[in-house]
Every structure is written in C-alpha cells, then in structure tokens.
C-alpha cells in the first residue's frame, strides 16, 4: 500500500484538460513544498515532469502544470496529446523514516 | 547532461546476493549537492525506495526500514559510480530496479529525483 493516494485511472480526449490528484498527510504533502511528478511510459524509466510542486525541468512542456492544497496536490495535463498516455506517479518529500514516498500511480487513457 | 548507466545480472537463485552497478556520467558521486539512490518497482509493491548514499565532507547512508538488514550501497569515487548489494533474496524481491540522482535543497532535504538509470529487471528464481 502506497503512501500517498492517487486515482487508479483517468482518461480524457485529445485536446482537453485532465488533473490527477495525490493525497498524503502533513508529514509529507501538507508539510512541505517538495511535491514531484514522474511519467513512465511502458518498459521506461520515469522522468521528472514536476518538481517543487510546480515547476517544471528544462524540456518539459508547459502543458503540464501542477499545484497543492492543504495535503492534496495535482498534476493537471492541458491539450492532451496522444503521446500523454502513460502512467503518472507522485512523490514526496517525508519526515518520516523514509526521505521520499510515493502514489501507487494513475493510468493516464488518452481516448 | 547526468546520465546514469546500470549494470548487472538479471536472474538471482533465492538466497544469493543481488548486486547491482550504476555508472554516472555528467556529474560526480561525490557530489556535495547530489545524492545516489536505489529504488524498485513491482505490481505487488510499486515505486520503493530502497536506499542512497551521499557525500558531505564525508559519506552517509540511509535504508529502507523494509530492507535495512539486508542491503549496502556504496560509492566507488576511483570509477565514479555507485552499487547495490541485497543478500539472502526472495522471490519477493523480484523487481525492476533503478538508479536515480536525487537533488537536494539548502537544508540537505531531497526534494525530487531528477535523473534515472533504464533500469535492470531482476527475477529472482532457482
């Protein structure tokens, strides 16, 4: 069981706007602005998409965009494309015994 | 450009040591701002972090609590790159595993892992 709760799946149609929510606690969401988002495409590595809850790494497109409330943060994906489709992962920066937990991962269907 | 380059055998009897290599290139494992991690991830389990090891005017290691009896992670500044050991496996421990940098704020926090290896599937079966 993954410490942070994401949606299993979400899907959306090319074109529109998607948002894939990460609930924790305040020992790692709430409490700190370390929030990160990973894309992983089949049989690949994840790549960073979102670091510092919203920043994103040089390359990467301005359609992904991310944001926190309280102990939820969400990665929001605007004019889905075709290659968007991949599974989405969140992560965290922790107090706890381990510095970084994770979301169990949504799949992102584009339809 | 950080590129992390893994290495080692994919198939581990029960009870061996799994042990994992990853070469970094565009940075340095002794890095006073960079941190080396190891993860895994399986259906049953998802993303874990397993471990890292990182320098700052001298050389720490965090665990896992999940794997804390079990594994060692070490640098090796003369070949800069840094490796996994996992003694007495299970079949549980069947896994992709990667490398990833992990980057730290002004507070020695890590705060997101920016750069990872392609990973290295391991099956552990007799």
Redesign the interface.
């Known amino acids: 069981q993954s410490a942070l709760t994401q949606p299993a799946s979400v899907s959306g149609s090319p074109g529109q706007s998607i948002t894939v929510s990460c609930t924790g606690t305040s020992s790692d969401v709430g409490g700190y602005n370390y929030v990160s988002w990973y894309q992983q495409h089949p049989g690949k590595a994840p790549q960073l998409m979102i670091y510092d809850v919203s920043h994103r790494p040089s390359g990467i497109s301005n359609r992904f965009s991310g944001s926190k409330s309280d102990n939820t943060a969400s990665l929001t994906i605007s004019g889905l494309q075709a290659e968007d489709e991949a599974d989405y992962y969140c992560s965290s920066y922790s107090s706890s015994s381990t510095p970084v937990v994770f979301g169990g991962g949504t799949k992102l269907t584009v339809l | 450009q950080v590129e992390l380059q893994q290495s080692g055998p994919g198939l581990v009897k029960p009870s061996q040591t799994l042990s994992l290599t990853c070469a970094i290139s565009g940075d340095s494992v002794s890095s006073n701002s960079a941190g080396w991690n190891w993860l895994r991830q399986s259906p049953s389990r ?4 397993l471990g ?1 090891t990182y320098f700052r005017s001298k050389w720490y290691n ?1 665990y ?2 999940s794997v804390k009896s079990r594994i060692t992670i070490n640098p090796d500044t003369s070949k800069n790159r840094f490796s996994l050991q996992l003694n007495s496996v299970t079949p549980e421990d069947t896994a992709v595993y ?1 490398c990833a940098r ?2 730290y ?1 002004w507070n020695n ?11 290295t599937l391991v099956t552990v079966s007799s």
């Open positions: 998802g993303l874990e972090w890292r965090d896992a609590i990667y992990g980057v704020n926090q890590m705060t997101c892992l920016d750069h990872w290896g392609q990973g």
